[in-house]
Nanobody, 122 residues
């Protein structure tokens, strides 16, 4: 099993920045891909970004390209999501998730954290 704990959410003004962290524990070696998703009120959960612990491919949703950056620290088993130039429409609960392979769809991820709230005020 893999346990995931997100942190770093909060309230920020439009144009500001936040860095989310996702600490993984347990049998982390069974899942090579880590992703960030988000869910805004009244909307479905959507893909934000993903990478592999082993390196190589990184994927972003079009709406965050150039503003968000996903990174990892293998020694700490932690994945980060640096969010810059935040907009009110980025307000959502942000989740990290683990998958066997890097994917863009929620159904491809089988371990999930509890989520962290990000609120961007205008």
């Amino acid at each position: 099993q893999v346990q995931l704990v997100e942190s770093g959410g909060g309230l920020v003004q439009a144009g500001g920045s936040l860095r989310l962290s996702c600490a993984a524990s347990g049998r982390t070696f069974i899942r090579d891909a880590m992703g960030w998703f988000r869910q805004a009120p009244g909307k479905e959960r959507e893909f934000v970004a993903a990478l592999r612990w082993s390196g190589g491919s990184v994927a972003y949703a079009d709406f965050v390209k150039g503003r968000f950056a996903i990174s990892r620290d293998n020694a700490k088993n932690t994945v980060y999501l640096q969010m810059n130039s935040l907009k009110p429409e980025d307000t959502a609960v942000y989740y990290c998730a683990a998958a066997q392979n890097l994917g863009l769809y929620e159904s491809e991820y089988d371990y999930w954290g509890q989520g962290t709230q990000v609120t961007v005020s205008s």
